[in-house]
């Protein structure tokens, strides 16, 4: 299996902050990547495919970067609905799987 | 709108057997996948497998199941391809969860990414 990981595990931030999220594969995923948002109690929304698309309906001020192992998820001026859990999945190879999710609080 | 609605709250005893179902609106799961995926208290979240169409009608398509789950886990979609179902059995405290489905959506070959997600349905195991 292609294990994910991510860091940092969580990040206090401030509404208006900048911040970015990092995701490894264990192995060469290309650009198979998706990042998730989940507030508790909420449904789980998906944010960006392909490692760089953003979802529809999704703000801009979410970017996605990287390919191959290494992956970023960059939130810009923070709002106060974006402090979340987020996650990110390789959609590469089955089974498919998701990394430990940060938390943005 | 695309939307994906879940069956309600289940409890099971140890040892049973459970369905949940996952309604489709504004699509059908003749064009698009469905994932499921599920969330125990306090974890991650876990992929447990998925169903994509087939090209050859209603009861045509494929299921891959996470190795973890498989041989007590099972994906089935109706023949009109709006309700996707998945049953799990065997079931133990462990499996204690909210369990969610999310429509997928084809990247290329069998690859499906997700794009949305159900409500969850919340399973609680407990004798």
């Known amino acids: 299996d292609v294990q994910m990981t991510q860091s940092p595990s969580s990040l206090s931030a401030s509404v208006g902050d900048t911040v970015t999220i990092t995701c490894r594969a264990s192995?060469?995923?290309?650009?198979?990547l998706s990042w998730f948002q989940h507030i508790p109690g909420k449904v789980p929304r998906s944010l960006m495919y392909?490692?760089?698309s953003l979802q529809t309906g999704v703000s801009p001020r979410f970017t996605g970067g990287g390919s191959g192992r290494d992956f970023t998820l960059t939130i810009a001026n923070l709002q106060p609905e974006d402090f979340a859990t987020y996650y990110c999945?390789?959609?590469?190879?089955?089974?498919?799987?998701f990394g430990p999710g940060t938390k943005v609080d | 709108q695309v939307q994906l609605v879940q069956s309600g709250a289940e409890v099971k005893k140890p040892g049973a057997s459970v369905k949940l179902s996952c309604q489709a609106s504004?699509?059908?799961?003749?064009?698009?996948?469905v994932h499921w995926v599920r969330q125990a208290p306090g974890q991650g979240l876990e992929w447990m497998g998925r169903?994509?169409?087939?090209?050859?009608?209603?009861?045509?398509?494929?299921?891959k199941y996470s190795p973890k789950f498989q041989g007590r886990f099972t994906i089935t979609r109706d023949t009109s391809a709006t309700t996707a179902y998945m049953e799990l059995n065997g079931l133990r405290s462990e499996d204690t969860a909210v369990y969610y489905c999310?429509?997928?959506?084809?990247?290329?070959?069998?690859?499906?990414?997700?794009?949305?997600w159900g409500q969850g349905t919340l399973l609680t195991v407990s004798s």
């Open positions: 999310a429509r997928g959506r084809i990247w290329f070959g069998d690859l499906y990414y997700f794009d949305s």
């Open positions: 504004g699509f059908t799961f003749f064009t698009y996948g």
């Open positions: 169903f994509i169409p087939g090209s050859g009608g209603a009861g045509d398509g494929t299921t």
């Open positions: 192995q060469d995923i290309r650009n198979y």
């Open positions: 392909a490692a760089t």
């Open positions: 999945q390789q959609f590469a190879t089955y089974p498919l799987t």
